[in-house]
């Protein structure tokens, strides 16, 4: 995404676990190192295996570009 390539786990239920950990804890992210930011880590993460996901993904990235256009 965004030209840059991030190594995932190879295996699905440790994608699963990392990702629904990332949004869990980025929702807490009023805390100190805790962060808003994991919430869209962790869907990204999420959404190489949940094709709901994915296309909400792919809606940002097309939003994203055409908004860089203007």
């Given at each position: 995404?965004?030209?840059?390539?991030?190594?995932?786990?190879?295996?699905?239920?440790?994608?699963?676990?990392?990702?629904?950990?990332?949004v869990?804890?980025g929702?807490?992210g009023?805390?100190?190192?805790?962060?808003?930011?994991?919430?869209?880590?962790g869907?990204?993460?999420?959404?190489?295996?949940?094709?709901?996901?994915?296309?909400?993904?792919?809606?940002?990235?097309?939003?994203w570009?055409?908004?860089?256009?203007?």
């Amino acid at each position: 995404m965004f030209g840059r390539e991030i190594p995932v786990p190879q295996s699905r239920f440790m994608r699963v676990t990392l990702g629904v950990s990332l949004v869990l804890m980025g929702m807490l992210g009023f805390l100190p190192v805790l962060g808003f930011w994991m919430i869209p880590l962790g869907l990204l993460v999420l959404s190489y295996d949940f094709a709901s996901v994915r296309r909400l993904r792919r809606r940002m990235q097309v939003w994203w570009a055409s908004r860089r256009r203007r």
